[in-house]
């Protein structure tokens, strides 16, 4: 043999034990000539060609040519590792090896199978608790919903295979479906999947708004040439408006000033001659001489608006990331204040402040996308796609209710020297001043804007993305609004870490 024939045959061996298990080729370069003689003599393009020529060699061609040379146990011995190219180099009809994997076909499987290539079982959770140590668990075409696969130990789950085991794995063949919580992997030392596809629902619990693909705290997770789409997160809830604060009492006569009752609280007003009202500021009655009107009492001071949502999402005791709820406005908001009283002794009394409005609410937090959360553990994702969905708008905060109305002040008691009491006859200075309107409530605060994530590390967790691997980033949420402008908007990272 040439020496280009023998490094092309050992480059061939090379190609083959990338595939295998090492000790399928422990024998060195020394055996590469007899591993495969035909693959030297006839295969002109060897790297195109040996998946193929592969499958067609050890299934018939070999076999039927060479029926007994030496047994077929050299060209077919070994392990046979499920490969990208679904190559069945050790001869039992399937990628990987038919006595140590197990196969599932969740269309036509039966989970009393016995679950090899030829009968397969149905589920991946029978799977995984058949599969022996080291094995694989192979997946054929379609859909899966498993309630759990948070099985402890070391596992490796491999989909996208046609019904015969054969041939190269797609993994939008086969699709794994999971709720909007994500499927928990908490318990494995050592969890593998891929060529396959995980699709996440959208979240529709408001209290768990945010949809996730995978959550894991495993303590290694390996995810290879895997497509994960996660549902959309919810949009938070606005607050309510606060509500109106009521109208202030009106005074009746000289002798009876507006009594406002704001949540319990009177409030007086100011009786004729009176500089302001018990919760006023002195601010001046009528003045007779000049002809000045009394005063009416000022409005009440607005309430402060709540707090907005915090941008940065925290973890819960539950393990879910979670965007705080905006803060209710402030019950802070004060009374009108009473209105002063008339020039004289028997000028007229002023009228009650209003009430204060209500503060609104604020609005709820937003949900985000998630492709994975890592609560722990090592992650590493190769040859991979991380499409979120859209994350939720947060919520609005509610609007703070406008004060209540002051009430109107009297007229002037009539005196001795008066038959009939106008303004013409007294003039305005006499009369009674309105109330003050209540202060507005304050507006409840906006909750931020949930994010899209393609992988949230939290604390001790670590990832590893490979180049190959992409990451689609959904629209994040706005903030909702807050009265002036609104709670921070969401954002969008491929990877975030959250101390
Ligand atoms: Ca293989
Ligand atoms: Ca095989």
Redesign the pocket.
């Given at each position: 043999m040439h020496s280009q024939e023998i490094r092309r045959a050992t480059n061939i061996a090379l190609l083959l034990c990338s595939?295998?298990a090492l000790a399928a080729c422990g024998g060195g370069a020394g055996d590469a000539g007899n591993a495969n003689p035909d693959a030297g003599a006839s295969d002109t393009s060897p790297h195109v060609d040996s998946g193929a020529r592969l499958e067609g060699d050890s299934g018939t061609a070999t076999d039927t040519e060479n029926p007994s040379r030496d047994g077929s146990s050299e060209a077919c011995a070994g392990a046979?590792?499920?490969?990208d190219?679904?190559?069945?180099?050790?001869c039992d009809n399937a990628?990987?090896v038919a006595t140590r994997d197990v196969y599932v076909n969740g269309d036509t499987g039966l989970d009393s199978n016995t679950g090899d290539p030829a009968h397969p079982l149905k589920s991946i959770e029978a799977g995984l608790r058949a599969v022996k140590s080291g094995g694989y668990v192979m997946l054929a075409r379609g859909l899966y919903a498993p309630k759990t696969l948070d099985l402890p130990g070391t596992w490796k789950i491999v989909g996208g295979y046609e019904s015969t085991f054969k041939g190269a794995p797609k993994r939008e063949s086969t699709t794994i479906s999971v709720p909007s919580s994500g499927l928990v992997l908490s318990k494995p030392d050592d969890a593998s999947f891929a060529h396959l596809m995980f699709v996440g629902a959208d979240a529709e619990d408001p209290k768990s708004p945010t949809a996730y693909v995978l959550r894991t705290s495993a303590k290694k997770l390996t995810l290879d040439d895997v497509a994960l789409r996660a549902g959309n997160g919810l949009s938070g809830t606005n607050g309510a408006d606060g509500l109106a604060g009521s109208a202030g009492a009106s005074a009746t006569s000289r002798y009876e000033s507006g009594k406002t009752s704001c949540d319990g609280s009177v409030v007086l007003a100011a009786l004729g001659g009176s500089p302001g009202s018990a919760n006023d500021e002195g601010l001046s009655a009528g003045d007779c001489s000049a002809k000045v009107p009394a005063h009416p009492g000022s409005t009440g001071r607005p309430g402060s608006a709540g707090t907005d949502g915090g941008r940065l999402p925290t973890l819960t005791a539950e393990g879910l990331l979670e965007w705080r709820n905006a803060g209710d406005g402030h019950p802070d908001a004060v009374a009108g204040h009473g209105g002063a009283g008339g020039c004289r002794y028997e000028g007229g009394s002023g009228g009650g402040g209003g009430c204060a409005g209500k503060a609104g609410t604020g609005g709820t937090a937003a949900g985000g996308s998630v492709c994975v959360l890592a609560l722990g553990g090592e992650l590493t994702i190769t040859r991979s796609l991380l499409h979120t969905g859209f994350a939720g708008a947060g919520g609005a905060g509610g609007a703070g209710g406008p004060g209540g109305a002051g009430g109107i002040g009297s007229a002037p008691a009539c005196d001795t020297t008066c038959s009939v009491c106008t303004s013409d006859t007294f003039n305005c200075a006499d009369y009674g001043a309105p109330g003050g309107a209540g202060g507005a409530g304050a507006h409840g605060g906006g909750s931020a804007g949930g994010w899209a994530l393609g992988v949230a590390t939290v604390k001790s967790a670590t990832t590893a993305l490979d180049a190959s691997t992409t990451v689609e980033l959904g629209k994040p949420g706005v903030g909702g609004a807050n009265g002036l402008s609104r709670g921070p908007d969401g954002e969008k990272h491929a990877s975030f870490h959250l101390d």
């Open positions: 595939s295998f046979d590792d499920p490969d190219l679904g190559v069945d180099s050790n990628d990987g």
